[in-house]
């Protein structure tokens, strides 16, 4: 799936679009793909001159993949449990970094839902670059109602 496909299915927008493409879609699963670009605006100030993705990005990105996943398996399917609103993240646990990635690098976020439980969904996280295990981590996150402004 194309950047414009993401896009209808969550609410994220540039800069803090962290997806380029789906790579792949299963009925519980989903493959992502994100480039790192010189011009990111976080590289700015994280270690200027040895730039750096900063965790906490990577935690986004797999947090967005995840909310690409719900968005597909449970469009137009309230019986499913998800309403109108968008995953809000509640909780992450055991996060994990093992390789850092620098402007250039193109990484692969693999996220699988693990459990639902009502409105609630507990999804796994794997990002990879070259093949090598990046991070790794769980989340759960609930669908929340979101206010519009007048």
Do not use: W
Not at 22 to 41: M, N, R, W, Y
Not at 74 to 80: Q, V
Not at 90 to 102: E, G, S, Y
């Amino acid at each position: 799936m194309s950047l414009d496909e993401i896009v209808k299915l969550i609410p994220h927008r540039k800069p803090m679009l962290l997806l380029d493409e789906i790579v792949e879609l299963g009925p519980a699963s989903i493959v992502c793909q994100k480039t790192f670009h010189e011009d990111e605006f976080f590289f700015q100030g994280h270690y200027p001159g040895e730039p750096i993705v900063p965790g906490v990005i990577l935690c986004e990105a797999g947090m967005q993949a995840g909310a690409a996943l719900l968005a597909s398996m449970l469009a137009g399917n309230s019986a499913a449990g998800m309403g109108p609103g968008v995953p809000v993240a509640t909780r992450m646990n055991d996060v994990k970094f093992k390789k850092v990635i620098r402007p250039g690098d193109v990484i692969q976020l693999e996220v699988s839902l693990k459990e639902q439980l009502a409105q609630a969904f507990f999804l796994q996280v794997s990002i990879r670059c070259e093949g090598k295990l990046a991070a790794r981590f769980e989340f759960g996150c609930t669908m929340a109602e979101m206010e519009t402004s007048p």
